[in-house]
């Protein structure tokens, strides 16, 4: 009844019994809701009557072998069916077989990616080369020797310790002569001068200064000179004492006679007894 076209519906409850495999020979129907004697006459003399089908003016005849025919066609309907799933799925696995087996030079795919690159060639933007790695240079026995000599000497110089730092350096310019070499040897020259000429300044007592000079008198002998901002004697510590003359100096010798020296250290008279 549900059907959307009349001719695939059941004309009437017996052709769905008989479609769904009821037997009126074996099965019985229970009538006693609707007692023969209530069923109209009428109605059961129309049951083998063609009905006219308002929805599409189609007429289906009405008999009890529809049931049967219905039977028969939809089994031809599922063997053609199940004929045709079953050849399509033999042509399926032996075309899927041969394509596995003999694979396709080129799939339409790639055949039209090649065609689009002709038409739209592709612009590829070079990536830049990797770096190439610096090559490690070998070990220099030399400057190894250079680097280890000047870093000591470096330490030694801060540590005011000169000579050991001069030395240092001998051993770095054997190696190779350096800015760093030329102006530490520098330094360590300057610094062991000047410890040089305190060195020498301490081999006199100061007694006064005399122009550029300074007169003192030599700690080992005792005797009066003068000596230069170097420590080096301009006048000879020979003379037992001294003292002034205007702008000049008188140095008394062992002899009791005296020599005149003016500032610059210049002897301007010798041998004298005095001057007032």
Known sequence: AMEPHASDRYATVM?????????????????????????????????????YDADTGDETLVNLQVGEERKKER??????????????AIILYLFGTNRIE?????????????????VFPVRTIAEPAPPEAEETPPADPGKEKYDRALNNAI??????????????????????????????????????EKIEIQKR?????????????????????????TIDDNGFEIVKCIYVS???????????????LFDLYNPEGKLLAEGVTGFE
Not at 33 to 39: D, F, K
Not at 245 to 253: A, D, E, K, P
Request: glycine share 6%; net charge neutral; charged share 25%.
């Open 155 to 192: 330490e030694a110089f801060n540590a005011q310790n000169y000579e050991k730092a001069a030395k240092f350096i001998a051993e770095a310019e054997a190696q190779m002569v350096t800015g760093d070499t030329k102006k530490y040897k520098q330094l360590c020259r300057s610094e062991l």
């Open 15 to 51: 052709n769905m019994l008989l479609d769904w495999g009821f037997d009126p020979g074996k099965d019985k129907i229970d009538l006693s809701a609707a007692p023969v004697n209530e069923m109209n006459p009428e109605l059961m003399k129309k049951i083998n009557e063609p009905i």
């Open 75 to 88: 089994k031809r309907r599922l063997a053609t069916l199940a004929a045709a799933v079953l050849g399509a």
């Open 242 to 256: 001294t003292q002034p003359s205007g702008n000049n100096r008188l140095f008394q010798r062992s002899d009791d």
């Open 201 to 225: 300044k301490n081999l006199y007592d100061f007694f006064v200064e005399f122009g550029n000079f300074a007169v003192v008198k030599k700690k080992t002998s005792g005797l009066y000179g």
């Open 102 to 118: 003999n694979p396709p030079a080129t799939s339409p795919v790639a055949e039209t990616e090649q065609l689009a690159s002709q």
